[in-house]
């Protein structure tokens, strides 16, 4: 039966882990489109929380996170072209090259429930569609590009035309300077150092104490379960807010770790009470270091999206309350002044990243005790859950090993 969980989007997701950027560069890391994409977004809630609050209600945050992962699907079809020689491509053969990409898509984006395919092929074609979301989209690109590019260029300053891609790149972030938010992180004061600290994520990398291939870091995992996120709640046919809260949440979901790293699950289970002391330190950290290169009225949001990430929930009132099933959640709670979230479907979400991402490396050859007991443990746990209207069970089983099947 046609899912919007189906194997070859998610395997298309995965892809951008492997794109190399700057690849024809000296660099002192591998930079990779879905770390590019992860930050990308990030970049993108930040100038739009700006342009709601220069204008109210003037973004439509559903048509932002589609446009983002449209984008995202577009770039990993078109692989790592250099920029010069797409935007030549795009200004000359764009439409023929778009038509050319979603036809690529299509088998894969036509069974995502509710339209998917459709605003895909709105977003590439017409030129009315999302227009003050695809502008956000397009400066949080240049921004995270630039983020990039400022440590290659302080590695290789004298590289020949690295000059003139510094200028391309300020050029194209000028262009979007009237965004408030653009002015913002150009500041390279509080909104910068949020950036950068999100940007940072990229160097922690998942699984870190095993080999893998390919190799994904903590910011990348953040969109994924963010992505797997959107497609398991437009699978279970959910309210256009209830996808949005979802997406936003799973992307945030991990944030605390930029200031603790990354704590395993085994660790965290080893001793009674350590999850809670972990906990406990994120939060007092989130207070004192991240909460404050933001806006004070979006502390809460922040709060409400990265604490107790893992429980289905609501407001009321200006308070959370713990949401026990996802029905319950639908049934009483599913108004857009509720910001109803389903952290147990981001939980799910958050294990099947880490169950594929396991499960490609060892289909790929790379393995070892670490990668080979989690997903056997991680594949147990998901033998028969359904969570709502989600068969979990077949999702797994669809990127098992074969030593699983």
Same mark, same amino acid.
């Given at each position: 039966m046609p899912t919007s969980l189906n194997h070859g989007l998610i395997s298309l997701f995965y892809d951008a882990a492997s794109i190399r950027r700057w690849n024809d560069q000296v660099n002192p890391m591998d930079f990779t489109?879905?770390?590019?994409?992860? $930050?990308k977004m990030i970049i993108a809630y930040v100038l739009a929380k700006f342009a709601d609050e220069a204008q109210a209600a003037s973004v439509n945050w559903l048509r932002l996170l589609e446009g983002g992962i449209f984008e995202m699907l577009h770039r990993i079809v078109l692989t790592d072209v250099k920029p010069p020689v797409f935007h030549r491509m795009m200004s000359e053969k764009g439409r023929e090259l778009n038509q050319w990409v979603v036809g690529r898509l299509e088998p894969?984006?036509?069974?995502? $429930?509710?339209?998917?395919?459709?605003?895909?092929?709105?977003?590439?074609f017409d030129s009315t569609y999302a227009l003050p979301e695809k502008r956000i989209l397009k400066a949080a690109h240049f921004l995270a590009t630039q983020w990039e590019f400022n440590i290659l260029y302080q590695l290789c300053p004298f590289i020949n035309g690295i000059e003139a891609i510094r200028q391309e790149i300020e050029n194209q972030i000028e262009d979007h300077y009237d965004l408030l938010g653009v002015q913002k992180i150009s500041l390279k004061r509080k909104t910068a150092g949020f950036v950068d600290l999100c940007g940072q994520l990229r160097f922690q990398k998942r699984w870190s104490q095993s080999p893998r291939i390919p190799p994904t870091s903590v910011l990348g995992h953040m969109l994924l379960v963010a992505a797997l996120t959107y497609l398991s709640l437009r699978e279970a046919r959910v309210s256009d807010h209830r996808i949005v809260n979802g997406f936003l949440a799973a992307l945030f979901h991990d944030l605390p770790e930029v200031l603790t790293r990354d704590i395993t699950s085994p660790i965290k289970a080893a001793v009674e009470g350590l999850d809670d002391i972990i906990k406990e330190y994120e939060r007092r950290q989130m207070e004192d270091r991240l909460l404050p290169l933001l806006p004070q009225n979006w502390h809460d949001e922040i709060r409400y999206y990265t604490e107790n990430e893992f429980d289905n929930r609501a407001r009321v009132d200006g308070k959370t309350v713990r949401v026990a099933t996802f029905e319950e959640l639908g049934a009483n709670y599913d108004r857009p002044a509720n910001k109803p979230v389903d952290g147990e479907i981001i939980r799910c979400c958050d294990h099947l990243a880490a169950f594929i991402e396991a499960s490609l490396s060892i289909r790929h050859g790379i393995t070892s005790k670490h990668l080979a007991e989690g997903a056997e443990r991680l594949f147990m746990m998901y033998r028969t859950r359904k969570v709502g209207p989600i068969d979990f069970a077949s999702v797994f089983a669809a990127f098992a090993p074969e030593n699983l099947t």
């Open positions: 489109e879905l770390d590019k994409q992860a $930050h894969h984006t036509a069974v995502v $429930h509710v339209g998917f395919h459709d605003r895909l092929c709105q977003h590439f």
